[in-house]
């Protein structure tokens, strides 16, 4: 019996001694190996290394990396070339310093081939995917490795991983496909860092270019997206020593790659604990990103057709078959004679750096004119596009030309074009403009007399005409969601039925209310299939409802991006009108902005809410103009990731247009800018000031409209006094005392001042409010006294302060119509 019990204790003790061998060691010695069936693990569990068999092979197996969450995704392979046939291989490190994989007779597989003598070699595992070699293990890692994996990159790079030039060296990081999806040895396709000329990355299929993602911006690749760039910080690097582009996730236990696939594609990747699978946050090349798919002169535009067309100036050479890649040539004899000019192309890739000249001291104007001297000179841009200054021209033929997408970043050039046809034509063109200027002039004159006084007599119905106004608007958007669908008006947004909504809010039930807004209730309803929603109901009474209800539907509909709160449909049906969000477990940010949040949580809300805004600003198709964002208006995820809610009042804008005037103003008081409050001016600049507002609001924990000094100060005025005393760490809650970068709050304050600032043109864009929290190379500018530092501006007006802190709902909906002046 006794014996047993010894037996027992003693198979456990064995059994735990293997558990722990196999589960916490993350390094090799001399006297320690692994093979087939152990694994090595990074110390937090973030990577494994061990033996794999690729995709559908069963026989052969390979050394590899891979995040223990998702071991089917290799990151990194050590025997490329050469499979391992037989089971009894063994990782080891050999006694002069080798990382070496042998076969049964000791023979060499693959080896990390150190030449130097090392004393006491051992191979750890780092929890950034980095397989070391170094020579005892020391706490102090930024000691040179004698070998390290990532010096040696698959088809994936990984955080912290680069790809570039070792300038003393030599030696280059590149990318390497596999060659399919079961064969990790050597593919055709490479990713590398050009530095021909302005670094740029580029896939080559052999050694012919397949893909390249155009100069750096400062932020970005051109032609590769930024608007990623609060998950990740990307860099490129230049020094003496190295050349290289690199990235670091944010928050640094987000499981990422960057992974080139045996078809070529590059694919980034980011793992989504729900669904426990990757998400492709970006892959290239899209159609248009083929190198030089529509051959010379000419550019490729996504969302046209053919996608193909000459440039400006230039006709396909063929013309009897017109096929693409095909040859533009000069449309006009005239080549080179005077009267050249450049027109400028926006948001473009700019032609392939082949021909090129680079000067780093010229500006623009010289820049025209040089190119203008040259005849083979067919275009010119910044050659720096992060300061936005030097000169690049290109000579000869112009290839890959593309259109950016709206969330990449993309550059402008100025491309030559011939004088305008000859002077005949010209003539007979001003003759008839100024014929039909003789006749319009006066009609139109006549037209604006009839419509100012028309205006002025319907000045008391005015909402009426407004209503009928935003519906024009409205069909002029439907009619673009008509086309771009293809499909009916209605089924651009699915439609649920009274009954589905009325059944999922229990009819509505006061206990499922959520809050109620300017125009209507809120309420939580859980839809058949158990899916959480939020359900917001107008009230019939409310004289905007149908004008504000439809405008929002419209827009949400169409904006997709992770902090803004998404549409799911809408319901129209005896007379209700009702929108379907999806649900936000954790209310809005002016629910937090009171001392429940840590600093960190702050910047990434701040950071959120200015990608949400970028987006609506820049790269949503149609821009948008919030025009109420406040914290109410700010809604957060069971994650705490902000979304944009409530764009009932936002604006629609056609493609250029930047400023426009209205006479209703909406908005909340605090949060608006003083061109809007006072003239009812508002552009992408007021909603900068209000992500102002918002940033000093969050980092300080009081609110712009209710914090009164003893001095009548507002915040504003209160974080502009603390900035010129040097003190502006005193605005920060000091609950975050502790945990608060002050160089960071510091940025913070000052980028938040310059969005306050009173005349809109002085304002940042929210381009350059990001690429200004976010960078920290980025000198920022002083800024200027900000508008509203008084209260006795909001005496005067009798603007009401909406949206309570008591009142915190999941969705204030505050809607304050009042009419300017
Ligand atoms: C082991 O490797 C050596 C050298 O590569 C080779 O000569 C030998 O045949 C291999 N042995 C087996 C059993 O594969
Ligand atoms: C090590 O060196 C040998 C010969 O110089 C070479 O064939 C082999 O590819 C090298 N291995 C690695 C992993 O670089
Ligand atoms: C190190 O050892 C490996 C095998 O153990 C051998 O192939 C290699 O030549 C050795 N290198 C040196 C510098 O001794
Ligand atoms: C770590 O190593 C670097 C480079 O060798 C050295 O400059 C630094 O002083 C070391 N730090 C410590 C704490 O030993
Ligand atoms: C790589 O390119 C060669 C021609 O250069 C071709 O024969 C081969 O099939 C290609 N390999 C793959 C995996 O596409
Ligand atoms: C890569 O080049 C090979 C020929 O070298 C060609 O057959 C293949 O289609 C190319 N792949 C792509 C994706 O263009
Ligand atoms: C135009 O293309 C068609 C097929 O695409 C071909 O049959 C025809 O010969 C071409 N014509 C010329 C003039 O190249
Ligand atoms: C125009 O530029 C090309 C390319 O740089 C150069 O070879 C050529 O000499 C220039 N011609 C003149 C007239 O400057
Ligand atoms: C652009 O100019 C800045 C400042 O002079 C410099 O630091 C940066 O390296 C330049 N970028 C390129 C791509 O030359
Ligand atoms: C980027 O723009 C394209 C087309 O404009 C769109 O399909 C894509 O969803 C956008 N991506 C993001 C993250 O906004």
Redesign the pocket.
Known sequence: MENLLCFYIFSFWIFFLIVKLSLAADTITPARSIRDGEKLVSSSQTFELGFFSPGNSRYSKYLGIWYKKSPETIVWVANRNSPILDPSAVLTVSSNGSLVLLNVTKGIIWSSNISRKVENPVAQLQDTGNLVLVDVIR??T???YLWQSFDYPSDTLLPGMKVGWNLKTGVEWYLTSWRSADDPSPGNFTSRLDIHVLPEICIYNGSVKYFCTGPWSGVAFVAAPSYTNFLYNQELAHNQDEIYFSYESYNSPSIMMLKLNPSGTVQRLIWNERNAAWDVVYSAPNVCGVYGKCGANSICILDKGPNCECLKGFKLKSQDNQTWPGKCERSHSSYCKSGDQFIKLDGIKAPDLLQVSVNDNMNLKQCEAECLKNCTCRAYAYSNLTEGSGCLMWFGDLIDISKTLGNFTGQSVYIRVPALGPGKKKLLWITIIAVLMAVLLPAFYIFYRWRRKLRESRFAERRKVEISQDILLLDTNMSIATRETGNSKESCLPFFSLASITAATDNFSGENKLGEGGFGPVYKGKLNNGEEVAVKRLSSQSGQGLEEFKNEMMLIAKLQHRNLVRLFGCCIEHGEKILIYEYMPNKSLDCFLFGLLGWEMRVRILEGVAQGLLYLHHYSRLRVIHRDLKASNILLDSNMNPKISDFGIARLFGGDELQSNTKRIVGTYGYMSPEYALRGLFSIKSDVFSFGVLVLETLSSKKNAHFYNTDSLTLLGHAWNLWNDGRAWELMDSILQNDASYPMLNRYINVALLCVQENAADRPTMLEVISMLTNENVILPSPLQPAFSHVRIAENSSLPANCEVEACTVNCLTLSAMDAR
């Open positions: 706490k102090n930024s000691e040179s």
